[in-house]
């Protein structure tokens, strides 16, 4: 097979200018969601995530309290859903690139959450309206947390 100069420069310089999520969109691991059947902000997280190249599967349950205790989510960090990504916990409207930096760098926490539903954060989105600045944080078994990122 004889590949040209410039084809083989067109194929680069594709390759190059999709985002590097698109590479490892295929061994991503699966974030299961659980929300409410009725929150819209948590269906627009989840269409967060599968826009940045998730696999997501979402369980709506009447009740996300006792997911949150089952897996440590302390009640101060609470937020609307809650999510399961490779060992990690997710509360909350974290960013789906601050779950790739988490899988990457691998910390000894439980899990990030965004608590609350900040104005901005994804799924939170409102047109004509500013996005306010929020923490990312870590939290681990004994209640203690970490600012992991602010947006």
């Not at 997710?90 to 691998?106: C, F, M, Q, S, T």
């Not at 965004?114 to 799924?123: I, K, N, T």
């Not at 944080?137 to 203690?144: A, I, K, P, Q, V």
């Not at 947390?145 to 947006?151: D, L, N, Y």
Request: net charge positive; with cysteine; glycine share 8%.
């Amino acid at each position: 097979m004889n590949i040209s100069r410039r084809a083989l420069l067109a194929g680069v310089v594709t390759m190059m200018s999709r985002p590097a999520w698109h590479v490892a969109a295929a061994s991503r691991p699966l974030v299961t969601v659980y929300k409410s059947p009725t929150c819209g902000c948590c269906s627009l997280w989840v269409t967060h995530l599968k826009d940045a190249g998730f696999p997501v599967k979402a369980e709506d349950v009447p009740d996300v309290a006792p997911i949150k205790d089952k897996h440590g989510v302390p009640k101060s960090l609470a937020s609307c859903h809650t999510a399961l990504v490779d060992g990690y916990v997710i509360e909350g409207h974290v960013p789906a690139d601050l779950i790739d930096r988490l899988l990457a760098e691998r910390p000894p926490v439980v899990g990030l959450a965004v608590p609350g539903m900040p104005l901005g954060s994804p799924g939170m989105e409102a047109p004509g309206r500013p996005a306010e600045r929020y923490q990312i944080l870590t939290f681990d078994r004994s209640g203690r947390t970490g600012v992991f990122a602010t947006r």
